[in-house]
């Protein structure tokens, strides 16, 4: 079976080339790495050039001649593999150990090759600090039940794993843009009857470090000031449109599905960013974000019910609540427990 890593790259080489070396190190392994670069500015295309002339593995490298934005990167790094399944991988992200993708082959192989799934990932500095959306190692099913139990949890784009020909099935420009479109794919394959599964094993390291910096981090743009407020909604009305659009597109009752997605933005989501802005010396961005969320910013809320409406109205009302109002030590206390929560 062969493996492609697929990285959607733009700029910020040096990390890359670390995420690389650490990816050469794998043994027993028959893999190939893409690269799809979105139009960098810096000399991605010189340093990979170079790369290429010594690589343990096939290093495949396109780049686009204009930005073209991560949706349709992210699909070009997906479209251009020749494996069996694809590993996505950030470019400041990178494998955990010399033998990730042999045990990523013996676990497709040994579980009737399913379609889609995920992985749980570790921090680069400390590998005890794990990231987890995956509670079990196993085929969990298929169908619209599972697909809208874990449709969330495909938003962190490392470590998601297609099977080449499920993507290929699924592959559309329509969600180019939305910055959501790994989402929409994992969640049509599974509502269409590809087997999902989950990894509990964090196969990918977060966040490489140059000099104790990472890449970016988007608590760096986040207003602190009052000269700095801003109406803020973090992706958030894209995101239920992206996920709601796979039920559609599935033929199922679009309206009902974007209801639940709302639904579960504003009891789970919401209120664990609010805090997570005030937690990093944000409450002005906070403040932006209970703007940005109101029911009415959502493109399609017209089409619920007077009673769906005051029902959403309610729970962030609440939500909003919690979120500002909650001691932030409390919270970090049982926070594990209230993820644990939102993800049942």
Known sequence: ????????????????????????LQKDANLEVIISDDASTDNTATQIAELQKSYRYPLIYYKFEKNVGYDRNLRKSLELASGDYCFVLGNDD?????????????????????????????????????QIRAQQTSNIGSGTEIALKYYSSFSFVAGIIFKKSAFDSVNTSKLDGSIY??????????????????????MVLKDIRINNEIANSYLDTLPKTKSDYKILDAGLPS???????????????????????IKRIYQFTYPFWLVDYRKNSALIAALGLKEGLKLKRFKDYKLFSLKDKLKLKSYYTLSTLFGLNIPISLFERFKKYLYSIAKS
């Not at 449109?241 to 974007?258: H, P, S």
């Open 239 to 261: 995101y239920a449109n992206v996920c709601a659009m796979a039920f559609k597109d599935a033929g199922l009752n679009g309206t009902k599905y974007y209801y639940k997605i």
């Open 94 to 130: 990178t494998l955990a150990d010399d033998f990730v993708i042999n045990r990523l082959t013996l676990f497709l192989e040994n579980n009737n090759l399913p379609d889609v799934g995920f992985c749980n990932s570790a921090d680069y500095l400390d590998v005890n600090n794990i």
């Open 1 to 24: 079976m062969k493996i492609s890593i697929c990285i959607p790259q733009y700029n910020r080489i040096e990390y890359l080339k670390i995420n690389l070396e650490r990816i050469a």
């Open 181 to 202: 479109a790994q989402i929409y794919l994992a969640t049509l394959i599974i509502i269409r009857g590809g087997c999902f599964f989950t990894l509990k094993e964090p």
